[in-house]
């Protein structure tokens, strides 16, 4: 999840989106694992997404929060910081592989896209 300026086009009859924002949203997508989501540090400046992400990973829910995680993106100047939360209920085993703790770089391909990881 990211957010920020883009620019729409209605394009036979269907809004399409170009621009950073929209790239970045793309990527970010992209190098989350099932069962994951990350949000940019962009949409946390928001106190209202702040709480909302709390809510979502607090205690007695089925979310978990993943750490502060630097990705490195396609096409994009410099690291995206972002925060993830993980699905509970789904075996774990398929989204951290090859983890092995704090300060841990991952390196993924997701349809054909490298993406870098760096957790802290």
């Not at 929060?65 to 994009?76: F, H, N, Q, S, Y």
Request: charged residues 20%; hydrophobic residues 35%; aromatic residues 8%.
């Amino acid at each position: 999840i990211h957010s920020g300026q883009t620019t729409v086009v209605l394009l036979n009859g269907v809004n399409d989106y170009f621009g950073q924002t929209a790239n970045i949203a793309a990527r970010v997508q992209s190098a989350a694992k099932g069962s994951e989501c990350f949000v940019t540090e962009t949409v946390l400046e928001s106190a209202n997404a702040r709480e909302a992400y709390a809510e979502i990973t607090g205690l007695g829910t089925s979310f978990q929060a993943t750490p502060l995680t630097e990705l490195k993106l396609k096409g994009v100047n410099g690291k995206v910081h972002a925060r993830g939360f993980r699905w509970l209920l789904r075996s774990r085993r398929e989204s951290t592989s090859g983890l092995s703790g704090s300060g841990t770089s991952l390196e993924s391909n997701y349809m054909d896209r490298k993406v870098n990881r760096r957790y802290s």
